[in-house]
Every structure is written in C-alpha cells, then in structure tokens.
C-alpha cells in the first residue's frame, strides 16, 4: 500500500490485507466495533475489511467462595482491523464515532508484523522452516533463549519441533514452536 500525493492511497491488487491498530475512546472499543461492522456491511465493503477484533482475555476470580469469570479488554483503547487500505476503507475506519485514530505516522496506518499478529494470537501465522531431523538449531526466544541443540523430531501439522538442548550437563527434550528457532 502506497500513498500517492494526487491518487491517495493507492491498492496494489495483490498486496493482501493486513492487521491494523485503531485507537479508539476508552470504553468505547466494542462500540466502534459494531459501528464498523455495520457500516461495512451497508456499503458492501466486506472485500476491503475482512475483520474486526477487540481483544480480550478471561481470567477466574473467586470472592465469597463464588467463581467468576471476568473479561477484560487486553488493549483498552485499541480495536484490531484487518483491512486493505484504500481512501474508502481508511475514510470509512478513520471517521466511524469513537474513533481517534490509526497507530501509525500521522494519517499512514502501519500494519502490524506476522510476529506481532503471531504473539498476538490474532491469527494462526504459518511458519515454513527448513529443517530436518538431525540439523542443529538455535533458540530465539522462550524460556530457552540461547540455547543450542538437535532436531530430533518435526510436527509440521502443530508446527513443532522436539529439539535435545544440552541443560545442567545433560540432555533434555524440549518442545518448540518453529518461530522459537533460527537453522544454524
């Protein structure tokens, strides 16, 4: 997506849509939700924003022996959007009531990264990887940062690897996601 002075944001027909951060009135991010949702739908724009997403969390709270569950927002004041900007769609998100704003520079959203979207856990970002039982890998992030070891095994449905890390002197068998490791 690029912007151009005379043309506006202009939609490279093969870029795909992408997550983007909406800063909203605080309390109001189910409210601009639906706002969206409603608006997109009348106008028939469901092509240009595929999807609209508050993030929230459950956690049990137990008082006077009662369990509750309660939801709370993990970004109060942001709405997730998956989009592809044009000057209708970014009209459209900008100008909906409760809305602030686009994270980004100035009036150019920046979409969020397939790790940020991953760690999220909007959306199942697939993973390729180049490795194969036997290869030495290492850790990147996680508990077992640094560490080095062994493939000894490859899910590629759960998009896992049982990796043999060398801890306290001795071998041990771990389970990682492919986006945890980097080939050596």
């Known amino acids: 997506m690029a912007y151009d002075e005379n043309q506006g944001y202009v939609n490279n027909s093969d870029s795909p849509a992408k997550w983007y951060v909406v800063h909203t009135y605080s309390g109001h991010e189910n409210k601009v939700k639906v706002n969206i949702e409603k608006i997109v739908e009348n106008r028939g724009m469901q092509d240009l924003v595929l999807d609209i997403i508050v993030p929230t969390e459950d956690s049990v709270e137990i008082k006077n022996g009662q369990r509750k569950v309660k939801t709370r927002k993990i970004f109060p004041g942001y709405?997730?959007?998956k989009m592809i900007v044009t000057n209708e769609s970014w009209y459209l998100v900008r100008n909906?009531?409760?809305v602030t704003g686009f994270v980004g520079h100035g009036s150019e959203p920046i979409p969020l990264t397939n790790e940020e979207?991953?760690?999220?856990?909007?959306?199942k970002v697939?993973?390729?990887i180049d490795v194969e039982v036997g290869d030495n890998v290492k850790v990147i992030n996680g508990p077992f940062e640094s560490f080095m070891g062994v493939v000894e095994e490859?899910?590629?449905?759960?998009?896992?690897?049982?990796?043999k890390i060398s801890?306290?002197?001795?071998?041990?068998?771990?389970?990682?996601?492919?986006?945890?490791?980097?080939?050596?």
């Not at 979207?117 to 959306?123: A, C, D, K």
């Not at 490859?154 to 990796?163: A, D, P, R, S």
């Open 126 to 128: 697939h993973i390729e």
């Open 79 to 81: 709405v997730l959007v």
């Open 154 to 163: 490859v899910n590629m449905e759960k998009e896992t690897l049982k990796v």
């Open 117 to 123: 979207v991953r760690r999220m856990g909007i959306e």
């Open 96 to 98: 909906t009531q409760g």
């Open 167 to 184: 801890m306290f002197g001795r071998d041990t068998p771990v389970e990682l996601e492919f986006g945890q490791v980097d080939k050596i």
